[in-house]
């Protein structure tokens, strides 16, 4: 106890407890961080295992779903529905054989039903007697059968649920029966018990395998629709996960969800685990620390010892000439106060550093999802940075372009100069803008929107440039096509006028020629002057009517397109000619509702290009062009409107506005040919167009095109009911 009342003593017995309880702490983070991280692994080894077994059911019910397809699907099957007299010979042996594949599949009942869903033959080794046979057409979901829709569903026979799939038997656009398979549910419960793993299957309706108890059951249906937020869930000594069904079920719409019911002990015994090896790993830590006290405390308190044995030495034999020699006897705090400035600065570093790091991040997340071809070239050339569309549009990777710099393997020897000029741009301060073409790796030279801009590091010095690269391909392609449209329009106009013009002078030549040919007073020598004249007045006649046929609107690939997806390749084109001209653009859509166009792509671009190139030109700088989109008739047609805030037309100029070659812009500023070019577009498409305007008041044009169907419709769509 003496030894405690020293200086020394109270020393280290001070700085034992703080070790101690620093130890303690430090052990007690850890152990619960490390509890943490076990639980949220043992967490997730559930979910991966809930959700392979999720999986593995799903995959066998789309599996067996896809071969009832294939049966609806199968001619003879078809045909033996449509004559089931002439088949029965060997329709009854074909369908004893069969059985779904998977799971329980030998286990399945199989039925072929007529169209009024009385059974004509089934699977299994004895013949089928019509008191075997439910009555199907009175189940509820017959009536969905009939409307040419394949049904899967849960239905209960003899107190067990089965799962149901029923697919039509079409012929032609008559349903002559269908095929149906029932199952019994319990036994996909076989692929969890593979795992080891005890499972439940639940629907809305009930259970279909497995087994809860009523407060079990309570609180998986409270936890449905929460599976993200709390995954799983305690009651008693065991633990429960729910899973919802995500593949072939939620396709369904059955809205199926899996209950993992794990016991405590098989996570429980692993944090046991932990927290003892987490308390051995503690003491023996905490008895290292005391030892290192002891030992540091030691080293501490010689300066103090050499301080007390110089001064007892003084004092007890005078030796006034002692000096006490310490090289250390005033760093101690020195080192303290530096130790402490030095943290300081350290932790206003690491502030920063955190601040860069996520502003970094931020801006990689930005360079990677971009849609442009970005990428960052260092001061040597190199690059540093190549996103995911730069990959795509060039086709190199960045570990494929580190061996060269980038202005050797991307941009062409025709292009450095305009590359020096832009980088030069960009050191002057602003960003350099130019179009120019790049080397890819399978497309040779890619034409390209290229911006520049130099960057710099935290002190202002050059770091490199960005360079930003957006592909112009498509939008030359849409150019050219519009061009090109109109081009043809214009020829197709001009050859179609000149043929109805020279109909009118051939048609009198070979009239009178066919008038002398009848006349009996002529010669042989005028008889044959006569029938030349004929001959090369019809060798005439059927030039000009080749030339008709060419004028006329040829046949056209169409195809299924989204309404927002020709917007969004029209909005490309004309976004920046609206930006330089100072007008407001915009496209408002629906979020849903419009159905699908089947049309000529490129001739529906180049009409709705026509119009909003109009409503540009016609807009004063500072006004508003809008296009926007809406089903109607029932979604039997879409309806296209451009609005602008522009100058509009009086009703003369109204009347013309459709004939070719007439036209309101200066001379060399319009071809008159747009508005004749769109509606001759819209009428090949079954579709119609009106427009409304009045001077000052701006114009709205609309166009209607009948929408895609796959069934026919009954009646012939009217396309003026919308005018």
Known sequence: MSFFRSLQGKILLFFLLVNVATVGAMIATVSENAREALEQKIDEQLRLEAHVVSREIEEELGLKWAFMQSLADNTFMINSVVDVMGRGDYLEPFMQRLQLPGEGGAQTDLWLLDFAGRAIARNGPHPLHPS???????????QTLQGARPVATVLSRGGRPRLLFAFPLRYGQHMEGAV???FDVALLNELPRRAGLEATLLSPQGTLFGALSPEALRQVREQEGLAEQHPIFPLGDTFYLVEPMEGFSQEQGLRWSLVL??????TAGPLRALAWRMLGTGALLAALFAALVAWGTRSLLRPLERIEGTMRGIVDGGALGQRIRLQSRDELGSIARTFDQMLDRLEHRTAELERSRDQLSLLAHITSTSPSAIAMVDLRGHVAVWNQAAQQLFGWSQEELSA????EQVVPPAARDTIAQLRARADAGGPGEEEVSLVSRQAGLVPVHLTVTRIADAAGQPMGYVFVMRDLREVKRLRESLVHSEKMA???TLVAGLSHELNNPLGIILGFAQGLARRGNLDEGARAAVASIERQAQRCAQLVRALLDFS?????YRERVPVRALFERVHELVSGQARRANI???INLPAEGLPELEVSVQEIESALLNLITNALDATPGGGAVSVSARAVSQASGVELIVVDTGSGMTEEVLQRAFDPFFTTKPVGQGTGLGLSI???????HGGAIDVKTAPGSGTTVRLWLPAASAVPQVRPMEATAWK
């Open 261 to 266: 019911s794990v016991p405590a002990e098989r």
């Open 490 to 492: 214009a020829m197709g």
């Open 678 to 684: 769109t509606r001759n577009i819209v009428e090949a």
């Open 584 to 586: 407001h653009f915009e």
């Open 552 to 556: 006329r609107k040829k046949v056209v």
């Open 404 to 407: 060269r710099p980038f202005l």
């Open 180 to 182: 149906v398979a029932e």
């Open 132 to 142: 075997q046979a439910p009555a199907f057409a009175e189940e509820a979901w017959w």
